[in-house]
């Protein structure tokens, strides 16, 4: 689809926003200066927004999935080799919830699903959003809930090709999310490394102690550092079943544009690039890909 075709998907949920609020706020007043109540201008434009929110999604729905697949699918595919995206899906709760090693709050999506090999590493991610419900009751007995975001960003898992028995958790200091799971069941530790800088911006648990010093090696060790120092946001990394996962918590949803905006072909490319660069630079910096890793058969 051309940018001009995309244009006038784009500006079509773009008007059904602006002339919702605006019918809902010019209601608000009228209705205001009719009935003399002053809590009927929030009422009003509460529910025109929501009403208009419920119209706009289809349009909005449309947009978006015709710019993905004209913008962010080109650009994956030429990137990733045996490519699975799918942009109104994501990774299953369980995955994430089975490595005991990120509280899961009380409601969860994701969307923007990636499967895929670069340099012959099989990737898969997600953007992932996690909320976690909070209930509060005033002196009069009115109850009032609000949804809190605890996590925001994306989630990914990568082959890591050392083989190792145990899992080791690596988790940068104002993360906030991260728990080991089953802490005296599992038998986690937490370990202290030689680097200093790393145990300073870092904390390591292990089940085992001697699995987190054979995984996290002075060169592993630097290379997380450099990646602490260019990506964007907090990091969790989790070694487990062979596999590392790694949580980036930037409070960002990737490939996504807004309706407000118009759209910048050089801009949008550059944006994207970079939500590429965000997965394959984990592959590139820790180097997974180095033959020295390959697992023993």
């Given amino acids: 689809m051309r940018v001009e075709e995309l244009e006038i998907l784009r500006k079509k949920a773009r008007n059904i926003v602006i002339i919702g609020t ?29 009403i208009t ?15 993905k697949k004209a913008f962010v699918l080109s650009a994956l595919k030429s990137i990733f080799d045996d490519l699975i995206y799918e942009p109104e899906k994501g990774l299953n709760e369980s995955v994430i919830r089975n490595t005991g090693m990120m509280y899961m ?5 994701s969307n923007d699903f990636i499967s895929g090999k670069y340099k012959n590493i099989n990737i898969i991610g997600a953007d992932v959003h996690i909320e976690e419900k909070h209930t509060t009751t005033d002196s009069d007995g009115n109850t009032t809930t ?7 960003g994306r989630w990914m898992i990568f082959d890591f090709n050392k083989s190792f028995k145990a899992n080791v958790q690596v988790c940068q200091k104002g993360f906030g999310n991260s ?16 680097d200093q800088i790393f145990n300073k911006n870092f904390r390591i648990y292990a089940q085992d102690e001697h699995d987190a010093f054979y995984i996290l090696t002075p060169s592993l060790m630097e290379k997380i550092k450099n990646l602490e120092s260019s990506i ?3 990091l969790l990394f989790c070694f487990i079943d062979n596999k590392l996962h790694v949580g980036i918590q930037n409070n960002k949803d990737s490939f996504e544009h807004s309706i407000f905006t118009k759209i910048d072909e050089e801009k949008v490319k550059n944006e994207i690039s970079k939500d590429i660069k965000m997965i394959t630079a984990f592959v590139d910096e820790l180097n997974l890909d180095n033959n020295l890793f390959r697992r023993e058969v």
Avoid: C, H, Q
């Fill in 105 to 109: 709050g009380d409601r969860y999506s």
């Fill in 232 to 234: 964007s946001g907090k």
């Fill in 22 to 50: 605006i019918i809902s706020i010019i209601s608000a007043i009228v209705l205001f200066l009719i009935t003399k109540f002053p809590f009927i201008i929030f009422i009003v434009i509460i529910v025109g927004i929501v």
């Fill in 146 to 152: 609000t949804w809190v975001t605890i996590f925001r």
């Fill in 179 to 194: 728990k080991v799971n089953n802490y005296k069941t599992m038998k986690y530790k937490k370990v202290s490394m030689e």
């Fill in 53 to 67: 929110v419920i119209i706009d999604a289809g349009p909005s729905r449309k947009f978006t999935l015709a710019f």
